[in-house]
């Protein structure tokens, strides 16, 4: 029944932006005796359009993506990265989102003592975690529980068990949200938990919903006592302000337990449906102080979308037994945004491969790296590192998955190994390095996540999760196709052509 509302409402969305172009191109024809001053403007809007790209701060691939077209169509392509292009918020919104930031900052302290404690075991870790407590404002935490959830299923039934206990408060916060069993389940017990006075909250993003949840939902979802925000609606606008997304998975309850990893409440995350084979992903569940982090994240973005000025410190009191958070090793939820001109998610990765000594274990969904990442895993990789990757062998979208296997053959002949995930998908967004650190999170290794999202992570160091998270990738490799450089190299010109092709314009996918 659902599904019947989708197309119209992408019509919906679609058809103005069409007609929009369409009267755009009337008006040029209609005036057509004046083409040469409005050829004269348009070039010289695309020259200093071009300028601009290439003084901005973006990506240097970005920014290539974006000149080649400008430069095939000048006439037009000046003017539509005006419209499409940029990422800039409104003087209005940037002014709020500047005041939560500065909240962010205040809710969250500065642990120099457990910055201590890590610097005393190894200095490379300090300065991560350093840099991503004075960058991103999140500090690290000792004595917190963490479990890795290796597979959707688990991470279903864990936090099913968690919202069912929930006394005070639930946060929710997906990209994805479809109705289904795994949805339908927890919405179950989020309206059982409105019922006995819990505050229930949701977030969740349109773009990421406009095929899986009608465009009311939220209304339906405030009408049952659950309040609801949709992040960043679309809009029948000649627009691409909608480029940003937010991307992140986060769950709170009750400021004491927490989950984020890949897996957004739709029902092919627990293998209910089979969209590419068997999905494969993986969440972490953290309790404890540590859990502050998630919960800040989300009021803060809770905040900026309601337009309201809460107390964070309110959420902030409520605890388990401390014997049930007590473990060893560090834990260190962070958030990334694109639009304070710091990409701490493309850094947190980077330094752990430059800390890495003995291995590297990555598995992503997509594959679309810059030269400073490639140059990183093959400089590991010839340094003597065991680089490991593990990517879908059925991709959800096949543009994408080939640009994916565009990188093979250059990473390859850096040594780095390469496996697809032969059951289906692989969604998982890990990392772990030398068994001694790890990251769980919802960040792909693609210019999206990087650069254009909203993201969030838990960089862990010496917890017991991070030899799970090792264990779990060994026992991932045992369902995998390793790609060999043969395979990689003896493609078709026609396969190669268009890889390549695709691959230019990688950063806009």
Known sequence: MLKKLFVPRTLLLLIPVLMQLAIFIMLVLRFSEYFGYFYVTSITISVIVVVLILNSRSNPAYKIAWIIPIMLFPIFGGVFYLLVGRHKLSKRNKKRMQLIEIKTKEALETHHHVLGKIKSIRRGAALQASYIQNYAYFPPYEDSFTEYLPIGEIKFQRLKEALENAQHFI?????????GKMWNSILDILKLRVAEGVDVRIIYDDVGCIFTLPRDYHLRLEEMGIQCCVFNPLTPILSLKGNTRDHRKIAVIDGHTGFTGGINLADEYINEIDKYGHWKDSSIMVKGKAVWNLTVMFLSMWDYLRGIDEDFNEFRNYSQDDREVEQVGFVQPFADSPL??????????????????KSIYITTPYLIIDYEMINALT?????????????PHHGDRWFVHSVTRSYYRQLLEGGVKIYEYTPGFIHSKTF??????????????????????FECGVWLFKTESVVHMKDDFIDTLSMCQEITLEQASNLPWYRVLGRLLLRIFAPLL
Request: glycine letters at 6%; a negative charge; hydrophobic letters at 40%.
């Open 171 to 179: 946060f929710l916060e997906y990209y994805i949200i479809e109705e």
């Open 379 to 391: 400089t590991a990789a010839k340094n003597g590192v065991d680089v490991r990757i593990i990517t």
């Open 432 to 453: 772990v390095v030398d068994d001694d650190y790890g990251i769980v999170g919802t960040i792909n290794m693609d210019y999206r996540s990087l650069y254009l999202h």
């Open 340 to 357: 304070d001109n710091e990409s701490v998610g493309q850094t947190v990765y980077l330094n752990l491969i430059s800390k890495a000594s």
